[in-house]
């Protein structure tokens, strides 16, 4: 049973390690402390970079207030108490403590676009979002109910990393909704929702019998110490002085089936498309500015899962990450893709996904200012963050509302200024992107890319079948509001 806590007055404090907090209420409450990778990311934020993940619904018919309400009540609060729950700082230790009495005001706010109300609208007002801080001194969560955008509406969800990683939180929201409007969510929806988290989950597996463990601990040994000794990336144009003004973008939906038809041609992932069509983007946005060394590069960090199949929600953050040099300089996007899926193949089962998970882990219990130190120089090794979660395959409701769109975004750490988030729905996939007006003013140009590079792989993909030669360049119109 969940412990209650009785009413407590919070007081906003900065504590001793440079981090934020609610003060510790004297009564005999029993917080719950956080782990080292939630502690790094609670005392990761900046001013103008948040450690926020942004989750965007585009619903196609209105929402009921009362029934959004009361399913936000039925299977968010109720089950997830990290919901109703706010950060304390006690003698320079963090955490969880009921928040009592909740406050729906504090949590749930209706506006309204002004005219035309259109996605370059939405796009705008989310950006200004992504820059803002969520408070301390209350759970950290927020839903923004868009009310005038498109048919339906949007809902706009910001939480904070170090209540959960994104696939933990994709699980989150799925539990909010039903396959059907009429239909209660059930054990067996929650068994595929679980499957579906875990499919992506790839910890390695250390091997059994005392030589064997040994060789994998001084494999284990040898990536740690090749992350830590990895200089600074490539100086580009995709780094520069941040400003904390936030802009986002998001891409047409690309058919799942286009991209199958892709793999199936040229081989790869569903991920290795996406890294090779992201990477050609990034590359036009350099050409454009006279960057144009063959051998020019970026390294992506890209978070990976490491969570096994759990039937039930556990948040928290549970990934470990990769630090994956992708081939700018490649024009060609089928040898782009061919280079990728090398590049992919010569990191799967290394232990480097736990290395840089130990890193972080390891930075949350370190003085504040030690931190933000290894943090920034951590952060030196990669220009842009970029993540893949898959979402269900079939359509869903909320609260009775049919749900057009899933789109989200993901905090980018310790100086980057450019992020990407890939998430499957319903038969497609759709990019988000979100940069600092610093480094990037229009992350339009890069969606326009990455839909231009999609239809090259496509094009080079038939052009492999039919034998023809490969195509280098593929031209795209202006982008449309939608």
Not at 112 to 137: M, S
Not at 172 to 188: I, K, M, N, Q, Y
Not at 453 to 463: I, K, N, R, V, W
Request: proline share 9%.
């Amino acid at each position: 049973m969940e412990p209650r806590h009785e009413p407590v007055e919070t007081a906003l404090v900065e504590v001793s390690d440079g981090g934020w907090g609610a003060r510790a209420p004297e009564s005999g409450a029993l917080p719950e402390p956080l782990t080292g990778n939630d502690v790094a990311w609670a005392r990761m934020d900046a001013p103008g970079q948040p450690m926020v993940v942004t989750i965007v619904l585009l619903l196609e018919r209105p929402l009921a207030e009362e029934r959004l309400r009361a399913t936000l009540r039925a299977r968010l609060l109720a089950p997830l108490p990290r919901f109703r729950q706010r950060l304390v700082v006690e003698r320079g230790r963090r955490s969880w403590l009921e928040d009592q009495p909740f406050d729906w005001n504090d949590h749930l706010e209706k506006m309204r676009l002004p005219p035309p109300a259109d996605q370059r609208v939405l796009e705008a007002q989310v950006g200004r979002w992504a820059g803002e801080a969520l408070p301390f001194d209350r759970p950290l969560w927020c839903c923004k109910w868009v009310e005038n955008y498109g048919a339906g509406g949007a809902l706009v969800f910001r939480i904070h990393h170090c209540i959960a990683d994104g696939v933990a939180l994709l699980r989150v929201f799925l539990a909010l909704t039903d396959r059907s409007p009429d239909s209660e969510h059930s054990s067996g929806e929650r068994r595929d929702e679980a499957r579906l988290a875990a499919k992506t989950s790839k910890r390695p597996a250390p091997p059994s019998g005392p030589w064997g463990r040994l060789r994998w601990g001084a494999t284990f040994g040898v990536a740690l110490l090749r992350q830590l000794c990895l200089g600074p990336d490539m100086r580009t144009a995709l780094r520069g002085r941040l400003t904390g003004d936030k802009r986002v973008a998001w891409s047409r939906p690309v058919p799942l089936a286009d991209i199958a038809a892709i793999r199936q041609r040229l081989g790869g992932r569903v991920n290795d498309v996406m890294l090779a069509a992201v990477a050609g983007a990034l590359g036009r946005y350099l050409r454009a500015r006279g960057e144009t060394r063959p051998a020019l590069a970026q390294r992506l960090l890209v978070p990976v899962n490491l969570r096994p199949y759990q039937e039930e929600i556990r948040l928290g953050n549970e990934f470990g990450a990769i630090l994956l040099e992708l081939p700018l300089g490649v024009v060609d996007p089928v040898a782009r893709l061919a280079a990728v899926r090398a590049r992919m193949d010569r990191i799967k089962g290394t232990p480097e996904v736990l290395a840089n998970r130990m890193i972080l882990s390891v930075a949350g219990w370190l003085p504040g200012w030690i931190e933000r130190r290894a943090l920034h120089w951590f952060g030196l090794k990669a220009t842009v963050v970029m993540t893949n979660v898959p979402g269900p395959e079939q359509p869903l409701y909320l609260a009775g509302a049919p749900v057009g769109r899933i789109l989200a975004w993901v905090p980018q750490i310790a100086g980057m200024g450019v992020g990407v988030s890939v998430l499957s729905y319903a038969g497609g996939v759709t990019v988000g992107i979100t940069t600092d007006s610093g480094v990037v003013a229009d992350p339009w140009e890069l969606v326009a890319g990455f839909e231009a590079e999609m239809a090259a792989l496509t094009a080079g993909a038939l052009a492999v079948r039919e034998g023809w030669p490969t195509p280098t360049a593929v031209s795209f119109g202006p982008y449309p509001n939608q």
